[in-house]
């Protein structure tokens, strides 16, 4: 009752009622009366939509004040020490290295940019799933990097807050609150029921509400400890969930939410009381194991769980533990914590049922900043851990939902404190690591590695979508995170049941995506899933092992090593014997993916390198080193294969697996392991057995034979040299490689660093990229490390960026020093390091190009010798590697092979062989073995070698070896061997099948077979190992031989006689390299020098061993001089072995090939010098020769022109014109000129702006408009010239071509598909000669090039004789021009020209259309050229010279093109402007009240406009003379027009005085001193309502400065100058003149006599006065005054008008870009949230004109006019289609050019020189003068087509 009443009553009163009543010590009847008002407001039955509800809450808390007031009042209590900011995705934040302790830490710019970071590691960087500012929070960050505000620790200033304020809140909340809870319990509907369910429309409506609550805690800390207390009290929320026992309603929602919470799988309250079973599993399904690990066993009772904690202890390790997700298998209380007992454990759950909405999260997380809320909060995060995975797993948006999980995980779980409390509390790790299996188990498999049918083990299958689309990554991510936490990752290696079940984890991902190579026929469908299996390692099993490696760096923690080590070990062996493993390998399989083996070598390399253990001690017997060595092997062996091409059919995803293998984020969790582990096997096992296994493996066993033929059955001939190359390789990688064998990490980054240096110069950031994180991070300095940048600067130097104007954009690389060439080059690791096999020929080349420049070596060199760290004691056993006879046998092989030129091998073979006998060298093995082992019975290769020792076997000589070859080959003897005693070697099991007589005879004479050998080891070590002899004979899965198809030739058994030994083969292979026969005299090693040894090619790699050999040992001194004093050539053993005739045929195949290679390349070198004629010197075509003729001949000779399509040469004629190829392009880079020669200042303040008024466009534009107000439109339109913006400009690279050629080429283009950037419709097309970008050709016109003789000849006419014929000239009518092609194409050419231009840009009389306007155009085309080239030669004509424009200039054809269209119109004679400047008319008073407006006063008129008119309205072609008397005319005008400009500068005084002085001097020569005619003029111009008067205040103001004669004429000259340096430009064109350069003060005086003002008598300077150019016709003074009267006499016009026509301003500064500010961040922090003027949004793609300073928005639909987006529309508008836009998100400029667009780079570089497109690095910017430089000479000379490459079509969606 009482609440209807109240809601009748106004909010505010009501509000200030009820607060009176509270604050009462007896409350119960506000209490009452609140409640009772709240029951009816906060109905939940009501729609959520309706705001009323919301407004009466923001009342009643404000307790009847403003809620802004309010507001304003609980903030000035904020006693908040965090920042806390909360950001959504997308946001800029900062991340600073050097403050931050968690490396999740972030900080928001605000705080950034008042914190003091100079000289920090910091950057930019864009926020991915959202972030919380960390200012403040000494948990995650340094103090020092705080900002000053959060610094100063504002909280115990603050005043303790009043009772009363918050008391409505506390009162009001709570409903509101449970209000919108009720709404989310209602709106819920479950996945599966028929209905469409709509969760987001239920947000939708709710939005208002939740952004009240985000309001709310943005008042700070006072508001925010209310809502904790509210949304913690476990009180408030028992009465208020379930609802009164009377209200229907909020019992139905309560079963809701209850039901919810039973389908989500957690126990609600009532049902554990009743002790129900609680079934957590959803449906059955799951797959192997899935059950057994989160099946629940029902619990009979309370009584049983009691039970769960004994069963943990009785668990055998191995066996799966069974683990129930509804209780941690630790604790019980678990289980009732998931009955929500307040407000935010609820609101948790709904948050999660909702996946996550973005509102949500952000209130969840701006609570943070309170600490009991965060204790709270992460207790309930953890609680719901199970069910939010289970949630995301299901989830169909499962990307967005991850971005928010890891929002709030990050925040909670970076803080050590809090991470650790909750793993003690909460059982953190089990809930991570048994949610991770869970969520694995969903999707296993069968593995298919080994046995397919028997095999037991299962693993992920990479396809799946969990997999597929990283659907486990916020789950792996927190698990990391915690890690990170030193006490955290303690408690997991503390927790034995833990790691047992983390190793049963990663097992699941041993062996997944399995390969089988295809033998057949190709794969059809190439899988992806690699990326997926790729990163599900790297992320799922790498990662947490580094962070747990983190901490096992010291002795203390041996502990913790040994016990992983052990799980490792046994996990590894349930592995084997699930895959059914015995001792071979599956063949043709092969999975990259072996965690449980990298584990093991990780931690063991740990614990040797950091915590001192010893090897022995961690390793497992023999049998089973030799199981772990197999799988890394064959993946070795692999890679060589995938290399070798024998994977092809697999498609190109293997390759791009062995690839990802070797990259560099993945190397040191992959291939670095997998090698480590190899050498520790092969240190610790027998090193024949290891050696025999590899060439196994690499299938090249049947290679290694003595015999010149032989079978293998499992290669290809061609795969087999790339097979050997590689298991040779890989030896030499095993033997020398020190990465986890005793180099310090210094040293590993120093030769990473180096490796990936010598490959290719690199920027800093590819250099960061490329190098392997190692467990030490390249942030942050490691104590007792050496930092990234200390080590670059120690190799490396830097190479600035160049710049070329034409050239592409080059960043900052570093480059290695010299001595880091000389000294560290390490060929081996490159290989190791390289993704692309050609990265290490690059590597090659760039060292031998170094070892040329600096004179080491001349020739090809060898790949160069490097020595390694010295081993760390525990792995000395590798040494016996290069000591065993197995090996050694096989170099001697190899080195026959190779002398006798067997196929198949290479110089990279030798190289190998080479390289592996030095390591032996370097590498002597302590003879303390003695004692070791027994020989059990006597090895079958003893008869190769007396020993192990290398150093002895050098000199040993082979006398004898018995082979198995074909019965083909040409070492088949006929007759019966000799019955000496040999030595055998044969390769393969066919030795077995010798015959009973040859055994009598060879009885001392083993045989050696690898495959054998290694058998017979294997048992050997078996039986060592195992007692129980049973297990020895093992069944053979499977044989190593299969007979290939066909019948091959029988196998004989043959002796070869060789009696070398490795030394003397060494030798010969010397003699064979230098192709000397005495290569080494007796007495070489005395004479050795050996510091020359280290580069070189194969002969100094031999030297440096025999060399090295002799130093060790005198006999080997001894054996070297023998051999070298018995030179004798090799004798093959047959005489017509093919090897001799193959040799000579090769010399000679060889100088046949350089013959022909030179004659190539001398027909490639004649070809490309006329093509560089061509290309270079196309005059603009004036032929030189044509000159030197006489007159007359000149009058016939015709220029020829060449067509660059069908080569011919000839004339361009009527009927077949030729054409320049020609770039139309509308250009207003004239129309952004302005005054002042500074560039203007791009704006980055509200403050600052640009005003375009000043422009030059924008002044000829009042200009015109002006007149057009006043006078006769025909007459303005031949006054001024447009084009300043939109004018076209006409370039040519100068090549020419038939017009009919041309229209074939563009048919072909246009069939031709594949077009680059630029459409043939629009007639776009390029050079068929030079490829630069064209869209038209301008016709040639037929006859000679630029007038020459009689149209030269200087003239003796009168000046009043030659006005008197220009005059004619202009009445006569040009000859109507014939149809012909040449006049057709000249029309299409002047259809293409209007065509370029915007119609805005042409239209600028009254009627559209008409002649007069097209008149302008056409001559404001020839304007516009002629600008442009002056802008081009630097704004005057000082340099002089044809410039390099001018060889390329095509105005000439232009202007011909351009007379002939404007012949079409004549002048009307009774207008003509010539009468006007050369003749006295008669006023004729009469008419001037006629219907017309007047015309334009000369005074007004634009004199380079009329110039251009005369020229190009008089017959073609015309005289020199008749050009020379337009020229003076129109001076004579120009310098009166300067002389009344000035004028109205004077202030009153000076011009009274400046007329009387001139009246004075109007004696002698009077028509040429500016005094007499500036005085004339004053007195003419003062006469009616004067000009003048106009701005006398202003002038008096301004002239402070006294005007001299000198500033006068200085004046004067610069006012002329534009007209004569454009007068001297059309003169060069017209008729070839050539310009003289002069110094710029003399530029006035050079210019005046080139166009025959002055006499060519050059005076010293100072003497010229502009007047004594001067020139008259008829008597100057009546000119003038006939020119001023027209001025006066204009009654319409104010007199400030007349001024501002008078004044005219010729000069204008060069164009100039937008002056950028020198710090990118300046631009970036007040652009990148700036609001778009036009749409008032902050653009997501915001973009800055860099001509004009126009903000726009890239791509956005928003600002989109008839279907075309704002870049494109304002680059027409400002730059008539040419626009220049710096993106501000991305840093990078692209130029907009029509309808193609192109990216062009950025102008702003880091520290480093590179740029960082799309800002992804985030460090700081700065400008780069050059590049922007560069930007604006491409401007200006409209080359932005030529230059940049890269164009694509925008369809005006930029």
């Known amino acids: 009752m009482m609440a209807a009443s109240l809601l009748r009553r106004d909010k505010k009163t009501t509000a200030v009622h009820l607060k009176a009543d509270l604050a009462r010590t007896d409350d119960t009847s506000g209490v009452g009366q609140l409640q009772e008002l709240l029951d009816d407001v906060l109905d939940p039955e009501k729609p959520a939509a309706d705001t009323e509800a919301l407004d009466w809450c923001k009342c009643l808390i404000a307790g009847g004040e403003g809620f802004e007031e309010f507001c304003k009042t609980v903030r000035s209590y904020d006693n908040a020490t965090l920042c806390g900011l909360v950001w959504t995705a997308n946001f800029v934040a900062y991340r600073c290295r050097t403050c931050g302790i968690s490396p999740c830490m972030s900080l928001c710019a605000e705080c950034f940019n008042n914190g003091d970071h100079t000289g920090h590691d910091f950057n930019m960087f864009r926020s991915q799933a959202g972030g919380a500012c960390d200012c ?54 479950e996945a599966d029921t028929s209905t469409e369910r709509d969760l987001q429309k239920v947000l939708q409506q709710l939005e208002p509400q939740i952004s009240f609550l985000e309001e709310l805690t943005k008042m700070g800390g006072a508001m925010r400890t209310v809502l904790t207390k509210i949304l913690t009290n476990q009180q408030t929320f028992k009465e208020l969930s379930m609802g009164q026992e009377e209200n229907l309603y909020a019992k139905k929602n309560y079963d809701k939410y209850l039901s919810a919470l039973k389908n989500s799988g957690l126990v609600s309250v009532e049902e554990k009381t009743q002790g129900a079973a609680a079934d957590v599993t959803v449906g059955a399904e799951g797959g192997a194991g899935a059950m057994a690990l989160l099946g629940t066993t029902a619990p009979g009772g309370p009584d049983e769980s009691s039970k769960e904690e004994d069963q943990d202890a009785g668990q055998s390790v191995g066996q799966r533990k069974r683990v129930k997700l509804s209780s941690s298998t630790k604790d019980p209380r678990i289980i009732e914590s998931l009955k929500h007992k307040c407000f935010l454990e609820e609101l948790l759950f709904w948050t999660i049922k909702y996946e996550f909405p973005q509102k949500m999260v952000t209130f969840l997380l701006n609570m943070l900043p309170d600490q009991d809320y965060k204790i709270t909060f992460t207790k309930t995060f953890v609680q719901h851990y199970a069910f939010i ?81 990283n659907t486990y990554w916020p789950l792996v991510s927190d698990f990391i995170n915690i890690l990170s936490h030193q006490s955290v990752a303690k408690k997991f290696l503390d927790d034995h049941s833990l790691l047992m079940l983390w190793m049963s984890f990663v097992s699941f991902f041993q062996g997944m995506n399995l390969n089988k190579r295809e033998l057949n026929e190709h794969v059809e469908f190439e899988s992806q899933t690699y990326y997926a299996a790729f990163a599900a390692e790297l992320e799922a099993c790498a990662q947490p092992m580094w962070g747990l490696l983190t901490h096992c760096k010291v002795k203390e923690t041996q502990e913790y090593t040994k016990t992983v080590v052990r799980y490792c070990l046994e996990t590894l062996q349930i592995w084997f014997d699930a895959i059914g493993f015995i001792d071979e390998p599956a063949p043709n399989q092969v999975t990259f993916h072996l965690p449980l083996h990298r584990y093991y070598a990780m931690f063991l390399s740990k614990a040797i390198k950091c915590q001192g253990l010893d090897l022995d001690s961690l390793l497992p017997d023999q049998e089973m080193l030799m199981k772990i060595m197999v799988h890394p092997l064959q993946i070795q062996a692999c890679l060589s294969e995938i290399h070798s091409n024998m994977w092809v059919r697999n498609g190109l995803q293997i390759k791009g697996q062995a690839m990802t293998y070797v990259q560099s984020h993945f190397c040191n969790s992959m291939i670095d392991p997998d090698i480590y582990l190899l050498q520790v096997c092969a240190s610790r096992l027998d090193p024949d057995y290891f050696i025999s296994s590899v060439f196994e493996r690499f299938k090249v066993v049947d290679l290694l034979t003595m015999a010149s033929q032989h079978q293998n059955a499992v290669l290809d001939s061609e795969q087999e040299r790339p097979m050997l190359e590689g298991a040779l390789t890989f030896l030499v990688i095993l033997t020398s490689l020190r990465v986890h064998l005793g180099m310090t990490d210094d040293e590993i980054l120093r030769s990473e660093m180096v490796s990936q240096l010598c490959m290719n110069d690199r920027t800093h950031s590819a250099l960061l990229d490329l190098i392997p994180e190692n467990p030490n991070p390249k942030s942050g300095i490691v104590p007792g490390s050496c930092s990234f940048e200390e080590m670059l600067s120690a190799v490396a130097d830097f190479k600035a960026p160049v710049f070329e104007p034409g050239g592409s954009m080059q960043q900052g690389m570093y480059t290695p020093k010299a001595e880091v060439w000389e000294k560290e080059f390490d060929p081996i690791m490159v290989v190791l390091r390289t993704v692309y096999r050609r990265d290490v020929q690059s590597a090659m080349d760039r060292y031998s190009a170094f070892l040329k420049q600096s004179g080491i070596h001349t020739g090809n060199p060898w790949p160069p010798y490097k020595e390694r760290t010295p081993l760390h004691p525990c792995y000395k056993g590798l040494i016996k590697l290069l000591h065993c006879k197995t090996l050694h046998i096989v170099i001697f092989t190899l080195l026959y092979k190779i002398w006798m030129d067997h196929q198949n091998m290479s110089e990279h073979v030798l190289c190998m062989v080479l390289y592996l006998i030095e390591l032996g060298l370097d590498n002597q093995v302590q003879d303390n073995k003695d004692n070791e082992e027994p ?170 061993i025999l060399t090295k050999a002799a130093t060790r040992s005198c006999q080997i001194k001894r054996s070297i001089q023998d051999i070298c004093g018995k030179v004798c050539p090799p004798v093959p053993p047959k005489k017509n072995s093919p090897s001799d005739k193959k040799t000579m ?244 050419v002047i259809k293409d020209i209007k065509n370029t231009t915007q119609k805005k840009y042409m239209d600028y009389g009254k009627n559209p259309g008409s002649p007069d306007n097209d008149f302008l155009f056409m001559y404001s085309v020839a304007r516009t050229n002629l600008e442009l080239e002056l802008v081009h030669r630097g704004g005057n004509l000082c340099s002089g010279g044809a410039s390099a424009a001018a060889k390329r200039s095509c105005l000439n054809q232009l202007f011909h ?57 008089m017959p073609q072609p015309l005289r020199k003379e008749h050009f020379i008397c337009v020229v003076k005319m129109l001076y004579n005008l120009q310098f009166i027009q300067a002389l009344t400009a000035l004028s109205t500068k004077f202030s009153p005084e000076e011009r009274q005085a400046w007329s009387t002085s001139g009246a004075l001097k109007k004696a002698a020569n009077a028509e040429r001193s500016f005094e007499a005619l500036l005085s004339h003029a004053i007195s003419e111009l003062s006469k009616d309502k004067s000009v003048y008067k106009v701005n006398a205040e202003e002038t008096s103001m301004l002239s402070s400065s006294v005007w001299s004669p000198q500033s006068i004429e200085f004046s004067l000259q610069q006012f002329c100058l534009p007209f004569l340096r454009l007068s001297c430009l059309l003169q060069h064109h017209l008729y070839g003149d050539n310009l003289t350069g ?30 004594s150019c001067l020139e008259w016709a008829v008597s100057a003074f009546d000119l003038v005054t006939q020119w001023c009267a027209e001025v006066m006499g204009l009654s319409q016009m104010q007199a400030e008008q007349s001024v501002t026509l008078l004044v005219q301003e010729p000069q204008w500064a060069a164009p100039r870009l937008l002056q950028l500010p020198d710090n990118y961040n300046i631009i970036f922090q007040y652009y990148h949230r700036k609001a778009c003027t036009a749409c008032k949004k902050v653009p997501k793609d915001p973009a800055l004109c860099l001509v004009c300073g126009a903000f726009v928005c890239l791509k956005g639909v928003c600002c989109k006019q008839q279907g075309i987006c704002e870049c494109v529309l304002h680059s027409q508008h400002c730059g008539a289609a040419t626009g220049i836009f710096l993106l501000i998100n991305a840093s990078v400029i692209i130029i907009i050019r029509g309808h193609r667009f192109c990216l062009w780079g950025s102008v702003y570089l880091d520290a480093h020189g590179e740029e960082d497109r799309d800002l992804r690095r985030g460090k700081p910017l700065f400008l780069c003068e050059e590049r922007y430089r560069v930007l604006e000479q491409q401007w200006v000379s409209h080359t932005f087509d030529h230059i940049n490459k890269r164009w694509g079509p925008h369809y005006n969606g930029l």
């Not at 066909?1046 to 070398?1060: D, M, N, S, Y």
């Not at 334009?1496 to 406009?1505: E, H, I, Q, T």
Request: hydrophobic letters at 35%; a negative charge.
């Open 136 to 189: 403040g929070d000494s948990n995650v960050m340094r103090e020092t990097g705080f900002c000053r505000r959060h610094r100063l620790r504002t909280g115990e200033n603050i005043p303790s807050i009043p009772r009363d304020l918050l008391l409505m809140s506390e009162m009001v909340l709570p409903r509101f609150i449970l209000c919108i809870i009720q709404y989310l319990r209602d709106g819920y509907t």
């Open 389 to 469: 995975m289970k949630t995301l797993m299901k989830s169909h948006e499962s990307d967005t939902m991850s971005n928010r999980i890891v929002h709030i995980s990050v925040q909670l779980f970076s803080n050590e404190e809090l991470a650790r409390h909750m793993t003690e509390e909460c059982h953190l790790l089990d809930i991570m690591v048994t949610v991770l299996l869970y969520m694995m188990e969903s999707c296993l498999i069968k593995s298919e590695l080994q046995d397919e049918e028997n095999s037991r083990h299962v693993v992920v299958n990479c396809s799946e979508a969990l997999l597929k689309n």
């Open 935 to 1104: 020989c059990i019975e006597e090895h079958c290769h003893d008869s190769w070698f007396p020993g192990t020792n290398l150093l002895s076997n050098l000199h040993h000589v082979i006398n004898f070896v018995r082979v198995r070859v074909p019965e083909t080959a040409p070492e088949v003897k006929r007759e019966a061997p000799p019955s000496t005693s040999t030595e055998a070697c044969s390769y393969g099991q066919n030795s077995r099948r010798l015959s009973g007589n040859w055994r009598e005879n060879l009885r001392e004479a083993q045989v050696f077979s690898l495959v054998a050998e290694r058998r017979r080891k294997f048992q050997e070590i078996i039986n060592r190992s195992n007692t129980e002899a049973t297990q020895v004979v093992r069944p053979k899965s499977s044989s190593t031989r299969w007979v290939p198809p066909g019948t091959p030739p029988q196998l004989v058994t043959e002796i070869l006689e060789i009696r070398e030994s490795m030394l003397s083969l060494l030798i010969k292979l010397h003699q064979k390299l230098t192709s000397r026969q005495n290569s080494l005299s007796a007495s070489w090693l005395e004479d050795m020098d050996t510091s020359r040894h280290a580069h070189g090619d194969g002969i100094t790699a031999i030297e440096r």
């Open 1145 to 1388: 045929d090769k010399e000679e195949r060889r100088q046949r090939a350089r013959e022909r290679q030179q004659k190539l390349l001398a027909e490639f070198a004649s070809r490309q010098k006329s093509f560089m004629e061509t290309a270079m010197d196309v005059e603009s075509p004036e032929t030189e020769a044509a000159m030197d003729l006489g007159a007359s001949e000149v009058m016939e000779s015709e220029v020829l022109y060449d067509c660059v399509i069908c080569g011919q040469s000839g004339p361009s004629t009527e009927d077949r014109p030729t054409g320049l190829v020609v770039l139309l392009q509308a250009s207003s880079v004239l129309g952004h000129r302005c005054k002042n020669q500074e560039a203007k200042k791009l704006p980055t303040s509200d403050e600052e702006h640009i005003y375009p008024a000043d422009t030059c466009g924008v002044a000829h534009d009042v200009r015109l408009t002006l007149m057009q107000r006043f006078f006769k439109d025909s007459s303005c339109l031949q006054s001024v010239s447009i084009g300043w913006d939109g004018g076209v400009y006409v370039q040519t690279c100068g090549h020419t071509l038939h017009i009919d050629c041309h229209k074939s080429y563009m048919e072909s283009l246009r069939n031709d598909q594949v077009l680059q950037g630029f459409s043939v419709d629009k007639g776009e097309f390029t050079c068929p000669l030079c490829r630069q970008f064209a869209n038209s050709v301008l016709p040639c016109r037929p006859g000679r090039g630029t007038e020459g003789g009689a149209w030269h000849a200087p003239t003796n006419k009168k000046l009043c004789v030659l006005v008197k014929e220009v005059e004619d000239l202009q009445e006569k009518l040009g000859p109507f021009p014939t149809e012909s092609n040449l006049s057709k194409e000249m029309e299409l």
């Open 1457 to 1513: 093109v351009l007379a002939m269209h404007m012949r079409l119109y004549s002048i009307d004679s009774a207008y003509n402007p010539w009468t006007k400047l050369t003749q006295i008319t008669q006023s004729k008073e009469a008419d001037s009240f006629d219907e017309e407006r007047p015309e334009v006063p000369m005074l007004f008129r634009d004199v380079p406009s009329l110039l251009i008119i005369f020229v190009l309205t």
């Open 1638 to 1667: 002069c110094l710029e003060e003399d530029e006035f005086s050079s210019l005046a006599v080139c166009v025959g003002l002055l006499p060519s008598a050059p005076q010293p300077s100072n003497t010229v006065h502009s007047a």
